[in-house]
């Protein structure tokens, strides 16, 4: 044991302080910090990147297709790299899926585990108003989606003009990073909702979990079930998977997977993060107990 | 001497539930001891006054800030909840750097701090333990350490000492009568008297959210001294013992319990009761198996208070 309480004094600190610019980043620093403290987060996180390797390999195949003939027996109509190519690492069903289970297990407990540890207190005794701690908590998620999505985005981009040994492929389409950065955004912006939505609706975080891919799920299951019965694309609306991938296409360039104007899958979209914001905004002050 | 905190007709409400009633009280430098037993309205002044609850009606300022809506003022204000509020998965040390990172201090600032914080609660040696595994008393302290990390001037403690063993207690009370010697205010929540008499003389009574008497303890005793107390003595004739005490004074009402063993007394004069006890007991022969007060508890003598 250390020293008794009274041979101890407690003193002033000199320093100075400083307004911090950025209060949120505790929150977000220590979101990330646990999420990687879990073993089986640290797997899922790690199988994420093999579509952004598995579309690495197809670039660089794709510019010495001569040396991959034998193996590719004709698939090479795959490897056409442009806009197309981007679109289809974006979109597809695969790497939609991924982020979802990596923000399941690494963020599904950023609001219920304040709620069940009524952490909710603690920070706002502090200098820290709520929409620090929605940033904060959102930025966790940010980092999440982008390290999944634009950052791997862009690295393939790059290392396309790297195998390629020069900017043609850039000056072809220079609005594709901006599209890639686009769409990275419009993920990072929607899960942000999504998640923190259904994180706020419980304490517990193995049930938040199950809902963000039940709810994943679900909502593309019962587009499935509509559009046997309703026989119109409109029901793809009702997929969260589907909204995503008719956003993805149209920002890309590319023909929308479903008949339906891209606008439609935006409003949904849009719809979404407004009804979380306002749940947020009613749940993150409704912490409050009668003692 | 000038209010640190100020409430002024504070209300609050919890839908139709009443959290706190009208209340106006000022609370000046030292300190100030929150006394009322468990949904008093202790923990909801003290949310209010750190800012985690608005207003129904009313206003609470500290040192002329409001506190609502003004995360400023709570680079002030050190806040230790009753409740425990941690994530299980960090240890101590990131535990309190992780809080101290919200003030705005450079890293080795938060390092220097959180190290004295640790090493005044006696943490030291556990810091890089995860929370999971502290104990009951150690909780309590990482707890006090992150209210007190930032150095602040006013320190909101809400039943700080609930939970520690009588040694943990003493120190704790110690420390907190150090950081009141250097001129801090200090809020401290209790629902035993005792604690309280420990750590102030200037107590504040809460119950049903109404403020029912402030001052110093000998006035409150003095309070509670005007309403009768209540004592049980359960003996082998308790019909023998209460004819030795008819002709008292200071016996207001004598009853009988259901047991038929127990003699339950009213009386102003507890000591002198207890003083005449002793002789009738010892001159009649009577076996006392037990003798205790079940309005000793804060609650009874509230409701004495508040007239129930």
């Known amino acids: 044991m250390g020293a008794t309480v009274r041979e101890k004094g407690y003193t002033h600190w000199d320093g100075t302080l400083v307004e911090r610019r950025f209060p949120w980043w505790p929150i977000t620093r220590t979101g990330i910090l646990l999420a990687f403290r879990k073993k089986r987060f640290k797997l899922v996180f790690a199988a994420a990147f093999v579509p952004a390797f598995i579309f690495l390999v197809g670039i660089y195949i794709s510019e010495r297709l001569e040396d991959f003939e034998r193996f590719l027996q004709g698939s090479d109509r795959f490897l056409n790299i442009g806009p197309k190519y981007f679109s289809t690492y974006f979109t597809n069903d695969s790497l939609l899926f991924l982020i979802v289970l990596v923000l399941a297990y690494g963020a599904g407990g950023l609001i219920a585990d304040d709620l069940k540890h009524s952490s909710l207190q603690l920070y706002f005794a502090r200098p820290l108003v709520k929409r620090d701690y929605l940033i904060g908590k959102m930025s966790v998620i940010a980092f999440f989606v982008l390290i999944l999505t634009a950052l791997p985005g862009l690295v393939l981009v790059a290392f396309k003009l790297v195998f390629a040994g020069s900017f043609k492929f850039f000056l072809q389409y220079p609005w594709l990073p901006l599209a890639i950065v686009g769409y990275a955004a419009l993920l990072t912006v929607f899960f942000a909702f999504y998640v923190l939505l259904l994180s706020s609706v419980s304490k517990n975080a193995r049930y938040v979990m199950v809902m963000i891919f039940g709810v994943y799920i679900f909502s593309n299951v019962l587009f499935g079930i509509l559009r046997g019965i309703f026989k119109t694309p409109y029901m793809a609306l009702f997929s969260v998977p589907a909204n995503l991938q008719q956003a993805g296409a149209f920002l890309f360039g590319q023909k929308l997977p479903h008949a339906v104007p891209a606008v439609w899958s935006f409003a949904v979209l849009a719809g979404l993060c407004l009804l979380a914001a306002a749940v947020l905004d009613r749940k993150i002050r409704g912490v409050e107990v009668i003692r | ?308």
């Not at chain 2, 299980?88 to 750097?97: H, I, N, R, S």
Request: hydrophobic content about 40%; glycine content about 10%.
């Open chain 2, 1 to 308: 001497m000038t209010a640190v905190i100020a409430a002024f007709h504070l209300s609050k409400w919890y839908g139709n539930v009443l959290g706190l009633n009208d209340v106006s009280l000022d609370i000046e430098e030292g300190v100030t001891g929150l006394l009322g037993p468990n949904g008093a309205g202790k923990s909801t002044f003290m949310k209010l006054i750190t800012g985690q609850m608005k207003p129904a009606l009313g206003t609470v300022t500290v040192r002329g800030r409001k506190t609502w809506n003004d995360p400023s003022v709570f680079r002030e204000i050190g806040y230790c909840p009753e409740q425990d509020v941690f994530y299980e998965d960090v240890t101590g040390w990131e535990f309190l750097t992780g809080l101290l990172g919200f003030y705005g201090y450079a890293r080795p600032a938060i390092e220097e701090r959180a190290a004295r914080a640790l090493d005044i609660v006696d943490l030291t040696e556990v810091k890089d333990r995860l929370i999971r595994g502290y104990s009951r008393g150690m909780r309590q302290r990482i707890k006090f350490a992150q209210a007190i990390a930032h150095d602040p001037e006013i320190l909101i403690l809400d039943e700080p000492l609930s939970g520690l063993d009588p040694l943990g207690k003493r120190k704790l009370i110690r420390l907190i009568k150090g950081l009141r010697d250097q001129g801090r205010t200090i809020l401290v929540s209790s629902h035993v008297l005792p604690e309280i008499e420990a750590l102030t003389s200037r107590i504040v009574l809460i119950h049903q959210g109404k403020i029912l008497a402030q001052g110093d303890i000998p006035y409150v005793r003095e309070l509670i001294e005007a309403h009768p107390h209540q004592i049980s003595v359960r003996s082998s004739d308790p019909r023998a013992l209460a004819a030795r005490f008819v002709g008292d004074v200071s016996i207001q009402k004598m009853t009988f319990g259901p047991d038929g063993r127990t003699l339950v007394v009213e009386t102003h004069r507890r000591d002198d009761f207890f003083g005449r006890l002793t002789g009738v007991v010892l001159e009649a022969g009577i076996e006392v198996d037990e003798i205790s007060s079940p309005d000793d508890n804060l609650k009874s003598v509230f409701e004495y208070l508040v007239g129930k």
